[in-house]
């Protein structure tokens, strides 16, 4: 049985929380979009959507209107993207992958506009990656005999 003093605590707590309602200054940027595995740079989202004839294609959006989307034409015909991550100015992205049945990462340099790929450095199975703000390195979560590690590797 609870004590007199901790029911009256726990009241208190749950009017102060109820009253306090949602966090102040959170709000939609934009209506919801229709892609997925978002990944945000300063002014940049990024993400997988549904490109023409229904394929899945990387595709960029200048934040401060969420304007329609801008396609990225780094996708080939036979490469399915799965996984994408931007760097915080919204230049350098690397793209993971499913190309002739094989799980690869690309880099694509904005400003450059040049894609090049990138070699693990042991074999393995690339599932998910992240590129820092600065873009200079990348998180990439292998698995290897059933078991998933994390690999950091510095780009180019």
Do not use: N, Y
Not at 86 to 92: F, S
């Amino acid at each position: 049985m609870r004590s007199p003093r901790l029911s009256l605590l726990l009241l208190a707590l749950a009017l102060v929380m109820a009253a306090c309602g949602p966090l102040p200054g959170l709000r939609p940027l934009g209506s919801a979009i229709e892609a997925s595995d978002p990944s945000l740079g300063t002014d940049t989202l990024v993400s997988i959507g549904t490109g023409f004839a229904g394929h899945r294609q990387v595709q960029w959006r200048p934040i401060a209107a969420l304007q329609p989307l801008l396609p990225l034409h780094l996708d080939q015909p036979d490469a399915r993207p799965l996984q994408v991550s931007v760097d915080a100015g919204g230049q350098r992205l690397v793209v993971l992958r499913e190309r002739k049945g094989q799980t690869e990462l690309v880099l694509h340099d904005r400003r450059l506009g040049i894609s090049r790929p990138l070699p693990l450095a042991a074999d393995g199975l690339p599932v998910a990656i992240g590129l820092s703000a600065d873009g200079r390195s990348l998180a990439v979560a292998v698995s290897r005999d059933g078991r998933r590690r994390i690999e950091v590797l510095a780009l180019p």
